[in-house]
Antibody
Framework: EVQMLESGGGLVQPGGSLRLSCAASGFTFSSYVISWVRQAPGKGLEWVSGISGSGGSTYYADSVKGRFTISRDNSKNTVYLQMNNLRGDDTAVYYC????????????WGQGTLVTVSS | QSVLTQPPSVSAAPGQKVTISCSGSSSNIGNNYVSWYQQLPGTAPKLLIYDNNKRPSGIPDRFSGSKSGTSATLGITGLQTGDEADYYCGTWDSSLNSVVFGGGTKVTVL
């Protein structure tokens, strides 16, 4: 059974940093692109970042480019999202999602972790 | 403002059919496959349709997808109360070099 479990969310002040983790199991982790997709309270889905199976290619939405860094450790079946210089509009539930094919096709999703940016 | 345009809400009685439109442009829907996701209240999204019209294992054939030009459509037949959810379309935008989603459509079963 495929499982994806996010962790690391919480309350952080504007300008602060946070690192999210996504631990996966039940599939050949290194063969899958993994993305982060966020959802602000009461709003729709917004793709944030993605990383290839090998980790050699990374992709970012313009809204987070230069502030967020995605990485992965295939020996631990885990993807990370380092978020720096956080702003109020980064407040959202962050989901990790797997893609067996193209970057934009999300086969499985985790349950999400809430990030709140507030003073 | 989402790159892909969906109606905010649709509704129908149990057993009826609803369709949800997703409108884009040549840089996204016009030249890429479309996926659809179902998000039940308080839960994570779930893949419903991929490659415009394919259903993952376990998704009932009451759900269907189609694409024509720069628009895509999700259809739900035999509507059930358990289908009440938000539905999102998504694809790749070659101009933005980004994954894009529609704003979401809330389905209400009357």
């Amino acid at each position: 059974e495929v499982q994806m479990l996010e962790s690391g969310g919480g309350l952080v002040q504007p300008g602060g940093s946070l690192r999210l983790s996504c631990a996966a199991s039940g599939f050949t982790f290194s063969s899958y692109v993994i993305s982060w997709v966020r959802q602000a309270p009461g709003k729709g889905l917004e793709w944030v970042s993605g990383i290839s199976g090998s980790g050699g290619s990374t992709y970012y939405a313009d809204s987070v480019k230069g502030r967020f860094t995605i990485s992965r450790d295939n020996s631990k079946n885990t993807v990370y999202l380092q978020m720096n210089n956080l702003r109020g509009d980064d407040t959202a539930v962050y989901y990790c999602a797997s893609s067996r094919g193209p970057l934009y096709l999300f086969d499985y999703w985790g349950q999400g972790t809430l990030v709140t940016v507030s003073s | 403002q989402s790159v892909l345009t969906q109606p905010p809400s649709v509704s129908a009685a149990p057993g009826q059919k609803v369709t949800i439109s997703c409108s884009g442009s040549s840089s996204n829907i016009g030249n890429n496959y479309v996926s659809w996701y179902q998000q039940l209240p308080g839960t994570a999204p779930k893949l419903l349709i991929y490659d415009n019209n394919k259903r993952p294992s376990g998704i009932p054939d009451r759900f269907s997808g189609s694409k024509s030009g720069t628009s895509a459509t999700l259809g739900i037949t035999g509507l059930q109360t358990g289908d009440e959810a938000d539905y999102y379309c998504g694809t790749w935008d070659s101009s933005l070099n980004s994954v894009v989603f529609g704003g979401g459509t809330k389905v209400t079963v009357l």
